[in-house]
């Protein structure tokens, strides 16, 4: 799948999984993507994903 056909709300969790693989400080658990992660900056990428994802399921 290319970049082009991602919702924000996609493209925003694609982010924050980066992030955690890349992260020493993130414990999230990839097998459960739904828990907020620990991390300040995963917690901030976590938020603006969620909000992005509600906004898109509320369509
Ligand atoms: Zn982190």
Redesign the pocket.
């Known amino acids: 799948m290319s970049a082009a056909t991602l919702t924000p709300a996609q493209k925003a969790f694609g982010e924050l999984a980066d992030?955690?693989i890349l992260?020493p400080?993130?414990k999230v658990d990839l097998g459960r993507p739904v828990d907020p992660?620990e991390?300040p900056?995963?917690m901030e990428r976590y938020r603006s994903w969620f909000l992005l994802w509600r906004r898109e399921v509320r369509r």
């Open positions: 992030h955690c992260c400080g993130c992660p991390c900056e995963a």
